[in-house]
């Protein structure tokens, strides 16, 4: 891939070259301290992407020169003001994104490959300062709180005895069940029963989300989970449930006879009161 780097800074170049690096390692990549320079590399190269640190919000008109030189390179721009009349503005000039300068760098990257593969990025924050917008999330984000209060909370740490407290923190710190089992003095084996147990108490499919859930990350989801787990009857043959279970069946197709079934015994052939012998 060929990128080109747009900014007047040698060290906010190098930056943004940083960043990119995380796209493609072994890109080529071109940089320019002003348009003059970006336009004439344009005209003599073919480049995957434009990405351009913008500083100057006076000189946003020279864009449209810019992005009459380097169409049909999509072009991405990371400002300071993200209002929606100076988003609308950079998207009339022909850019494809507009990044804050306040977003963190995996956030940077993930928004300069939305780009890079054709489509167009906008900040959320620009969205959210319409009015209908605003009030629509704000009417959701309280309606989400409110579900959420609802939930009954309990501790994760009580449900767990210490020794299994005493493991948790262990898968916390990213340990292996052989580093655990060598750390306690105990098995490998009966790290895995533990680990096991552990699972089962806090609702959780795997390391991680027994972490998270340690932690008291717990989704409302899990909670709900939770709260229920004990209420939950436990199903009985014969009886109708969420998931009835079927009676054994001890039909054969030839029954013995017992002495509850009331019927006459099967006709056994008579033993012979001696072997029979070879004549001789």
């Not at 009676?247 to 019927?263: C, E, I, K, S, V």
Request: aromatic share 6%.
């Amino acid at each position: 891939m060929r990128f080109l780097v747009l900014n007047s800074d040698a060290e906010r170049r190098d930056g943004l070259k940083t960043l990119l690096r995380q796209i493609d390692r072994h890109a080529s990549i071109n940089d320019a301290p002003d348009g003059f320079q970006a336009r004439r590399l344009l005209r003599t190269q073919r480049f995957d992407l434009v990405a351009i640190d913008w500083l100057d919000v006076g000189r946003i008109s020279e864009l449209q020169a810019l992005g009459n030189a380097c169409s049909p390179t999509p072009v991405a721009v990371l400002v300071d003001d993200i209002s929606p009349e100076a988003i609308q503005r950079f998207f009339n000039y022909g850019v494809a994104g507009v990044i804050p300068h306040s977003t963190r760098p995996h956030l940077i990257v993930r928004a300069l490959e939305i780009v890079l593969l054709g489509g167009h990025y906008i900040p959320p924050i620009a969205l959210s300062l319409l009015p209908s917008t605003a009030t629509a999330t704000a009417r959701h984000d309280a309606h989400f709180q409110t579900l959420a209060g609802s939930l009954p909370r309990r501790p994760p740490s009580g449900l767990l005895s210490p020794r299994q407290a005493q493991i948790m923190r262990f898968v916390h710190m990213g340990s292996t069940n052989k580093m655990i089992a060598r750390t306690l003095g105990i098995s490998e084996g009966t790290v895995k029963i533990h680990l096991a147990s552990i699972f089962q108490q806090l609702g959780a499919a795997n390391r991680a989300a027994a972490v998270a859930i340690y932690n008291g990350w717990l989704s409302p989801h899990l909670e709900v989970l939770l709260a229920n787990r004990n209420r939950a009857r436990k199903p009985v043959i014969g009886e109708h449930g969420p998931a009835p279970l079927r009676t054994q069946r001890h039909d054969r197709p030839y029954p013995l006879p017992t002495a509850n079934t009331g019927t006459q015994d099967l006709p056994l052939a008579a033993e012979p009161p001696a072997r029979f012998r070879r004549g001789r």
